[in-house]
């Protein structure tokens, strides 16, 4: 997820604490490659500006330069900072889905791995939580996806909505929660019909979506290997339809892992999963402190 640059922090920290004493421009100058390493993970600019100054910061604060493990000491500092700017001040804790049945709405735009992750989150409620899921899909434009959970959901064994030709979306939504709440769901989720790029059509929609079906939560899912532009689409949702969480798809090909350390600060909303995979079982739940431990190695 994060190869290259946690290849280019070691090489970093492998000189610092291999050097014993440490002057300010040692730490400054392992500072600056950094920063130039978070860059070169699509780090958005502001982002990688602000961590390099937190951790100055802190590593003058703390007087590294005359501790007896300089090296480790700046390295206990990085680590703290990956976890805040991936964490956040909140923890992201686990989805909210008490209160039977539970609506969660899946946005995104198309080919994201949205309806994947759709399926691959219900599979993981129902075998790790033991819950009843129903999944409805919503792509009215695109009856292929409609089969594609449908599908899925018999793959997993988990419940889909029957299909019906020529509703909409939003009478789609109302007959779902009706469903959940006769059928004795625990949760139902609603995967919305994606677009290729951001349009008001496209959030107009979503946004009848979640007024009838007051979502639990509203969880973006994103492709991870677009890196800023990820964070950029999380933003836009967030703004039009509100967003309670992130999930960052094709994490297993992306060396970066740009969007990932941006996410949280420049949109204030957590990441709760990763998707690592095409299969089903090929998501992860985002631990912060794992995932900051992973990049230093
Ligand atoms: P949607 O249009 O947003 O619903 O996207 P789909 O769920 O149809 O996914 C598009 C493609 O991406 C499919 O071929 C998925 O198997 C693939 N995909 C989804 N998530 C992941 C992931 O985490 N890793 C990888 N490698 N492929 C993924």
């Not at 946690?6 to 400054?28: I, M, N, P, W, Y």
């Not at 937190?54 to 007087?63: L, M, P, R």
């Not at 350390?261 to 912060?288: C, H, N, Q, W, Y």
Request: hydrophobic share 40%; charged share 25%; aromatic share 2%.
């Amino acid at each position: 997820m994060f190869e290259n640059l946690s290849e280019r922090l070691s090489g970093v920290f492998d000189r610092l604490t291999k050097q014993g004493a440490l002057s300010e421009e040692d730490v400054k100058t392992a500072l600056r490659e950094v920063r130039v390493a978070l860059l070169e993970a699509d780090v958005s600019l502001p982002v990688a500006r602000d961590f390099v100054k937190a951790v100055q910061d802190k590593a003058t604060g703390q007087a590294v330069t005359k501790s007896i493990t300089p090296g480790q000491q700046v390295v206990k500092i990085v680590h703290d900072e990956l976890v805040h700017v991936l964490a956040g001040d909140g923890e992201a804790g686990a989805l909210r889905i008490d209160n039977p049945p539970a609506p969660i709405l899946m946005v995104g735009l198309q080919g994201g791995g949205k309806t994947t992750t759709t399926a691959k989150l219900a599979k993981r409620l129902k075998e790790r939580e033991g819950k009843r899921v129903l999944m409805a899909s919503l792509d009215v434009n695109r009856p292929a996806a409609m089969e594609q959970l449908q599908i899925l959901g018999t793959q997993i064994g988990v419940d889909t909505l029957p299909i019906v030709k020529g509703e909409d979306p939003v009478t789609i939504a109302k007959r779902a929660k009706t469903q959940a709440a006769l059928g004795g769901y625990d949760v139902y989720m609603l995967d919305t019909a994606g677009r290729l790029s951001i349009d008001e059509e496209l959030m107009a929609q979503v946004a009848a979506v979640r007024d009838v079906a007051n979502p639990r939560e509203t969880l973006l899912v994103v492709d991870g290997l677009t890196g800023q532009d990820a964070v950029h689409t999380a933003e836009n949702f967030d703004d039009r339809i509100g967003i309670t969480g992130v999930v960052l798809t094709r994490m297993d090909g992306d060396g970066r892992g740009g969007a990932a350390l941006s996410m949280r600060a420049v949109t204030g909303k957590p990441i709760r999963f990763v998707g690592l995979g095409e299969k089903m079982d090929a998501l992860e739940t985002f631990e912060p402190d794992r995932v900051a431990g992973r990049i230093l190695g």
